[in-house]
């Protein structure tokens, strides 16, 4: 039986560590990408003015309605599943409702950001250029309860990408203060984990910083035991993972016979055969130490591996042979 587990970080340090940590990343993080330091929003995300101590709750007025609504959406964004009874309750207070008709931008590709969002009704396209001059790229259509524009108030970055609304929307927002204060640190201990392992996986290394960043806030992590069976032959494939600790491998099962084709490790990936051509699994995959994996539902890799899609496809024949019926 296969035995799963959510693990969780258990590093903890002070707030200005976090700080200086969170500085440095963002100094990486701009190197990398060739962009230049915005001193004056970076003076207002670590300077004296988001020092916890100096913090005031904000309260927007809302309906009941309202709250249950902004509640039943949070539960289901990843942002804030580290937040505690009390956290969640000063962040419901300062959340404030907005409407959009079909049509309206929300966010634009390399604005400044204030505020994230959190779908509660309606569809929103999102748009990416991800080279200077090349027509931009749609990646996905955000649905009631997913999340977006983090990524401006987390890491200090001009927003990575277009939202408009496809349909009439209403959304909830929430302010800098408030996220920096009460959500940072949980998504920025996530992000800084799992970014810098994701820049060693061979498959991700050309993509851009912040592209990976995105990955990272995806991600969920499942521990197997040796003999563990990860993936099964015939099973329908909706997941799509990346080894962060131990050795797999990929067996076929023929005439009851089950026979050995390929051989995984740390950073390694497998499951996209799958959700590339929409075809049950292929193969099994089976643990052969203990195992941590990270992974990706089908909606998170149609809308985040979209610059490596070609790659992956490219590298699909480096063991399609083994696997074909």
């Not at 497998?270 to 959700?275: D, I, M, Q, S």
């Given at each position: 039986?296969?035995?799963?587990?959510?693990?969780?970080?258990?590093?903890?340090?002070?707030?200005d560590e976090h700080v200086e940590e969170l500085q440095?990343?963002?100094?990486?993080?701009?190197?990398?990408?060739?962009?230049?330091?915005?001193?004056?929003?970076?003076?207002?995300?670590?300077?004296?003015?988001?020092?916890?101590?100096?913090?005031?709750?904000?309260?927007?007025?809302?309906?009941?309605?309202?709250?249950?609504?902004?509640?039943?959406?949070?539960?289901?964004?990843?942002?804030?599943?580290?937040?505690?009874?009390?956290?969640?309750?000063?962040?419901?207070?300062?959340?404030?409702?907005?409407?959009?008709?079909?049509?309206?931008?929300?966010?634009?590709?390399?604005?400044?950001?204030?505020?994230?969002?959190?779908?509660?009704?309606?569809?929103?396209?999102?748009?990416?250029?991800?080279?200077?001059?090349?027509?931009?790229?749609?990646?996905?259509?955000?649905?009631?309860?997913?999340?977006?524009?983090?990524?401006?108030?987390?890491?200090?970055?001009?927003?990575?990408?277009?939202?408009?609304?496809?349909?009439?929307?209403?959304?909830?927002?929430?302010?800098?203060?408030?996220?920096?204060?009460?959500?940072?640190?949980?998504?920025?201990?996530?992000?800084?984990?799992?970014?810098?392992?994701?820049?060693?996986?061979?498959?991700?290394?050309?993509?851009?910083?912040?592209?990976?960043?995105?990955?990272?806030?995806?991600?969920k992590v499942e521990k197997f035991n040796k003999k563990?069976?990860?993936?099964?032959?015939?099973?329908?494939?909706?997941?799509?993972?990346?080894?962060?600790?131990?050795?797999?491998i990929a067996t076929k099962t023929e005439n009851g016979?089950?026979?050995?084709?390929?051989?995984?490790?740390?950073?390694?990936?497998?499951?996209?055969?799958?959700?590339?051509?929409?075809?049950?699994?292929?193969?099994?995959?089976?643990?052969?130490?203990?195992?941590?994996?990270?992974?990706?539902?089908?909606?998170?890799?149609?809308?985040?591996?979209?610059?490596?899609?070609?790659?992956?496809?490219?590298?699909?024949?480096?063991?399609?042979?083994?696997?074909?019926?």
């Amino acid at each position: 039986m296969i035995q799963k587990k959510v693990l969780s970080s258990s590093d903890e340090s002070s707030e200005d560590e976090h700080v200086e940590e969170l500085q440095d990343k963002q100094k990486l993080i701009q190197a990398k990408a060739n962009k230049p330091t915005r001193t004056s929003v970076s003076a207002e995300v670590y300077g004296q003015f988001n020092k916890k101590g100096q913090y005031q709750a904000k309260k927007v007025n809302k309906s009941e309605d309202a709250i249950k609504r902004i509640k039943q959406r949070m539960s289901q964004a990843f942002m804030f599943s580290a937040l505690d009874e009390h956290e969640l309750a000063i962040v419901i207070d300062a959340m404030e409702e907005k409407k959009f008709k079909a049509g309206d931008f929300v966010i634009k590709q390399g604005d400044d950001g204030d505020v994230l969002y959190v779908v509660d009704q309606g569809q929103l396209d999102c748009f990416k250029v991800f080279k200077k001059g090349e027509p931009e790229k749609h990646l996905k259509v955000y649905q009631p309860g997913e999340s977006f524009g983090e990524l401006a108030l987390l890491y200090n970055v001009p927003r990575a990408a277009t939202i408009k609304a496809k349909t009439d929307a209403i959304c909830f927002s929430l302010d800098r203060e408030t996220f920096n204060h009460i959500v940072k640190d949980a998504a920025a201990k996530k992000r800084e984990k799992y970014e810098e392992f994701l820049s060693k996986v061979e498959l991700l290394k050309d993509m851009d910083p912040y592209e990976r960043l995105q990955i990272a806030d995806a991600l969920k992590v499942e521990k197997f035991n040796k003999k563990d069976y990860i993936i099964r032959q015939g099973e329908q494939g909706n997941t799509f993972y990346f080894i962060q600790k131990g050795d797999c491998i990929a067996t076929k099962t023929e005439n009851g016979t089950e026979k050995e084709v390929y051989s995984y490790k740390v950073g390694d990936y497998f499951g996209e055969l799958a959700l590339i051509k929409h075809e049950p699994r292929a193969a099994n995959i089976v643990a052969q130490s203990e195992v941590i994996v990270v992974y990706l539902d089908s909606d998170s890799f149609r809308r985040l591996i979209g610059p490596v899609d070609e790659i992956l496809k490219r590298n699909m024949s480096r063991y399609e042979k083994y696997v074909k019926k």
